[in-house]
């Protein structure tokens, strides 16, 4: 079983709909991270948790560090909004700091 | 645009030569990490260098090897590489290497073919 667990793989919506993308996790953290990337790699870092709920335009995420769940939110999805959503958990081990990624979702925002 | 500068963006090597990769940090940022995507999968967390020492590294042999400047810049270096090193390495820098500190700000990416 993977440290980081996303749901669900893939995703297509409807232009306009609410969409949730959830993360599970295993180990203790201090952080949990959204990210986004566009087909050509490129990374943007959307939030960064540690507790409660943050809101961003569209885009809102929360986390439960006593269920060790995440789940990130977009209203009103827009073709623009395609892209994978990754998630990925930073915690201390043995190595020292180290960030754990889910194997990501990939969303389709048809119009 | 987050700052945070790699290159080269494209590289082409063959198996057993060595390759180094450059991140240049955003301004301010003491914290560099490194990570590897393979084609459709994941990124995978190779290392993080704060304040010029490693501070965490992931399940990545000793051939992968790291450097971080006075100036916060960093360096990943391969050596003896091999055909699955082919994949985009990432650089992100962040202000602190914690939780409380460390959000984000990523590179566009090396993209390094192994033939």
């Known amino acids: 079983k993977n440290e980081v667990e996303q749901s669900p793989q893939n995703l297509t919506a409807q232009e306009g709909e609410f969409i949730t993308i959830n993360c599970s996790y295993s180990v203790g953290i201090s952080a949990l991270h959204w990210l986004q990337q566009h087909p050509g790699g490129g990374i943007v870092s959307l939030f960064m948790l540690s507790s409660g709920k943050k809101k961003h335009g569209r885009l809102i995420a929360t986390i439960n560090i006593q269920e060790k769940h995440s789940s990130l939110h977009i209203t009103a999805s827009h073709p623009r909004d395609s892209a994978v959503y990754i998630c990925a958990v930073r915690s201390r081990g043995v190595g020292g700091n180290k960030l754990v990624f889910g194997a990501g979702t990939i969303l389709r925002v048809k119009s | 645009e987050t700052g945070v500068t790699q290159s080269p963006t494209h590289l082409i090597k063959t198996r057993g030569q060595q390759v180094t990769l450059r991140c240049s940090s955003q301004s301010g940022h003491n914290t560099v990490s490194w990570y590897q995507q393979a084609l459709g999968q994941g990124p995978q967390f190779i290392f993080q260098y704060y304040r010029e020492e490693e501070n965490g590294r992931g399940n990545f042999p000793p051939r992968f090897s790291g450097l971080q400047f006075p100036n916060y810049s960093s360096e990943l270096n391969v050596n003896a590489l091999e055909l699955d090193d082919s994949a985009l390495y990432l650089c992100?820098?962040?202000?602190?290497?914690?939780?409380?500190?460390?959000?984000?700000?990523f590179g566009e990416g090396s993209r390094l073919t192994v033939l």
């Open positions: 992100a820098s962040s202000l602190g290497p914690g939780g409380h500190t460390g959000e984000l700000f």
